[in-house]
C-alpha cells in the first residue's frame, strides 16, 4: 500500500483506532527512510534538533523505552529519561502533577508508559507538549502494532490479504488490541488464539476471528505472533499449569509446520521460553524477532518525526 497521507492529523499518538490506512501507510513509509540511517557510519540526522522529549515510564520496559531512546538521539533530539522509581512518585506525586510539572520546563514531546489503561488520552487533555503512547495499561500499544506492521510489509511486501495469527495471552495484552486494529485496518485476515479464560470479551468486534485451538490459527498462516503469558498481571487461575499450557498451546515447530512454508514468527517480547515459544522456534530460521528490534528503531524515529512537524506540518 502507497500512503496518500502527507501528515498526522493529530497531535498525539495515543492509539492505532484514531489512525486512518493512509497515516499507518505514511508511517510505515517514513520508516522504510528512517531504516537507512542505521546503515551510516555516523547514525544521525538533524531532524529534531533543538526538541526535547522525555521519556516517561512507569513500567519496566527493556526494547520500548531503549529504542525510543536511540530513535531520539539518531533525530538529535535532547532527551531526559526519568526513572520513576526515584522521582516524585514515591512520595504521592500523582500522574498529572508530575506531568505539569515536567511541561514547566517546556518540552515538546513526552513517551508515556503507564500501568492505567488511558493514562495517555489523560494528559492530552492537559499537556501542550505532544503525547506518545508507549503502553497503557492492558488498552494499546500503537508503537509496537506499527513496527510489527513494519516487519511483516519487509518480509512479506504487502499487509493485504495474509493470514496473520496471534496466540497467547490475549486477555492482559495491549500488544494484541493494536495489533488487530492495525491489521484489520490495512486488509489483513487476523485470527486470535487463547485458552477460553484468556480471551477477551468483544475480540471480534475489533475484527479478528478467535478461536481456542492453535491448529486452527496456524494452519495456512502467513505470520505467527506469539504473546508472553503475564503472570504479573493475573490473578487467579487461568491455566493448570505453565508446562501444561505449553504443552497445548505453546508454539513447536510441530505446530509451525502447520502454517505456511514462507511464514515468519514473531514475538513483542519478553519472551517466556518453553512456555509460549519453543527456544528452537524463537531462534529458528522463520523468526524475525530481532528485527522487529531492530525496525523498532525506524518506526519510532518515524513516529517522533512526524509528530515534530515532518511532512507537511503543523
Known sequence: MTATATALAGRHLLGIADLTADEIGLILDTAEAMKEVAERPIKKVPALRGKTVINLFYEPSTRTRTSFEVAEKRLSADTL????????VVKGETLIDTVLNLEAMHPDMIVLRHASSGAGHLLSKVCRARIINAGDGMHEHPTQALLDAFTIRERKGRLAG????????????????????????????????????????????????????????????DVVMMLRIQLERMEGNFFPSLREYFNVFGMTPERVALAREDAIIMHPGPMNRGVEIASEVADGPRSVILDQVTNGVAVRMAVLYLLAGGGDGD
Open 81 to 88: 529519561n526519568i526513572a520513576v522509581a526515584t522521582s516524585s
Open 162 to 221: 495474509l493470514k496473520v495469527a496471534i496466540i497467547g495471552d490475549l486477555l492482559h495484552s495491549r500488544v494484541l488490541r493494536s495489533n488487530v486494529l492495525l491489521l484489520s485496518k490495512m486488509g489483513a485476515d487476523v485470527w486470535a488464539c487463547a485458552p477460553p479464560t484468556l480471551i477477551p470479551r468483544g475480540l471480534e468486534r475489533l475484527g479478528a476471528h478467535v478461536t481456542t485451538s492453535v491448529d486452527e490459527a496456524v494452519r495456512g498462516a
